[in-house]
């Protein structure tokens, strides 16, 4: 495998994305570079993707970093092992080693961005990771060259292929949540385990590095306000399609500038999006990210946001670039600094699913609360299709109440005396749409 003057690769935990790398590097020209595979390692050659390769180049697989981290000619290790325990302690090591690291480790990078940055740069090193957000779509290029001259001002985006995949099939088959996440995991669009899917913590690794390529800050993840798709069921996409709008789990991002002070505001949440906003017609597994700059306007990007050669394409590209260029580009660092806007602050127009035990008096005790905190009322919706009977020993009904323009704070006032209501089934499930 070793090519004198050439720019040797090791691979480290060759699974779906890793093996990505070695297919894209062995089956084609990637540059002009020079770009070699020339170790891979991994735990067990003998399972998964690698077993073919371990077949076809079993002189390429090492099983301690230790053979990868002293050899010369490696010049860049493609971290593909994934997880925040290992890879971490792998890649500051392979920094101070003096090797390039690339990675799509998007966990990692969210939970230890401002460590592992901080090493490449004292090291001299690249660690570069379009990869890690949205796939084959190169909007982290896309941010670092805009960083320069601030011009970002919000992000919008549909960053997770599995949620979107079924917030998709629940609106267009009219399936329930939980036959639809196990259709996906029978397709194999979701994890066996799909908490971080579902949940949104993948979303909002995500967008801790977006928002980092936007203000040049590392925002903790846990900071970011974040709800999952798991609470959302079929009444909710009826009504948003009466409504006129689809359910997308959107991460979002904008910069408010507020009394000479910087304030982010970030979230990730499923929202009711108006169907000419372009995000409400990504379907499917495909990731889309809406930007609006101060100089550069409206710029729109779709495309593949997982999956082995699509990810690994965004790998190559890193790889080609540190090929072509041995001094790392600056990374971006803030000049002004963000202070991330409370929650309770924001404001939305929000539609409320309340599920009760059916009695007299429940839409006025409702309307009282809501007006005692000023609260407003646009559209109120009950339907006779949404009476259960019979399945319990009282009547339960489902109806649905949109609200005008208010703050979170206002609202969670209002419903935290509505939930504690006897005829409350469930609490209020809330969906919200930006203004
Ligand atoms: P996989 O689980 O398919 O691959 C990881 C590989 O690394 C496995 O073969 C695993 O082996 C191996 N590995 C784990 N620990 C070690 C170790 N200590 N030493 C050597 N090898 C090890 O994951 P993916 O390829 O799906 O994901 C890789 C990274 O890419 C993750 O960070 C993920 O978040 C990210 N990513 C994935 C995308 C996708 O579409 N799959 C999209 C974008 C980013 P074993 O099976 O024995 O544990
Ligand atoms: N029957 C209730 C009321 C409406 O009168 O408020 C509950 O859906």
Known sequence: MS????????IAGLGTVGSGVAKILSDHQVGDHGLFLKSILERDPEKGPAREWFQKIPEAFVNDQESILQDPEIKVIVETI?????????????????????????????THGAELCAKSQSCNRHYLFEAAVAGAIPVLSLLREYFQTRDILELEGILNGTTNYILSEMETRSLGFEETL???????????????????????????????????????????????????ELPDFEYASRMGRSIKLIARMRRVEEKGNNYLQAFVLPMMLPRENVLSKIDGSTNALSLKGRFSEDISLIGKGAGSLPTASAIVSDLNRVARN??????????????LMPFNESFFRHTLRFEVYDEPGIVGMIGKILAESGINIYALEQLPQYHRIGDAERERVIFTITLEPCSEGVLWEALDKINLASFMIQPVNVLRESL
Request: some cysteine.
């Open 3 to 10: 090519k004198t003057n050439h720019f040797g690769i090791a």
């Open 82 to 110: 994934g997880g925040t325990g290992f890879a971490r302690e792998f890649t500051l090591e392979a920094l101070k080693r003096g090797k390039h690291v690339v990675t799509a480790n998007k966990d990692l990078i969210a």
């Open 182 to 232: 196990k259709q996906a995991q029978e397709l194999g669009f979701a994890e066996q385990d799909p908490t971080n899917d579902i949940k949104g913590y993948d979303a909002r690794y995500k967008l801790v590095i977006l928002a980092y390529l936007i203000c040049g800050q590392w925002i903790s993840p846990s900071e970011i306000y974040l709800e999952g798709i798991d609470r959302l």
């Open 326 to 339: 041995e001094k790392p580009i600056p990374l971006p660092s803030n000049t002004e600094l963000f202070q």
